[in-house]
């Protein structure tokens, strides 16, 4: 049975198309980001969505597949863990950042839509 104390599911669609770059070392790096959108009703009866970003990192293997099946638009599911990092950027400022780290990819359309 998985691990399941640190596991993300997001179901979204991908607000551009993969950045894939190949390190020195030889591992390929994918990132994208996925929009989930929620909607509910009002108490005043208005119908709202609310959207989240969410940044996906994926790895070697699975960088190729999002590489060659995923773009602007694409539905997918995104199956992994979250991770935080912490660096210091280019200005001397320490930042964090929280992303999922993508250990299985799912797409569930390959039409990219126009929202």
């Known amino acids: ?34 929009a989930v959108t929620q909607s509910y009703t009002s108490k005043k009866g ?13 790895w070697n293997n699975l960088a190729s597949i999002a590489e060659r099946i995923l773009f602007k638009g694409t539905q997918v599911t995104v199956d992994g863990k979250l991770v935080k990092r912490i660096y210091t950027n280019k200005e001397g400022i320490k930042r964090s950042n929280t992303e999922i780290i993508a250990s299985e990819l799912f797409v569930l359309t ?3 839509q126009v929202a």
């Open 1 to 34: 049975m998985m691990n399941k104390k640190n596991y993300v599911q997001l179901v979204g669609r991908l607000g551009a198309n993969p950045e894939v770059k190949v390190l020195e070392n030889g591992n390929k790096l994918a990132r994208f980001s996925v």
């Open 46 to 58: 208005e119908k709202i969505s609310d959207v989240q970003w969410h940044g996906v990192v994926a």
């Open 110 to 112: 390959k039409q990219p």
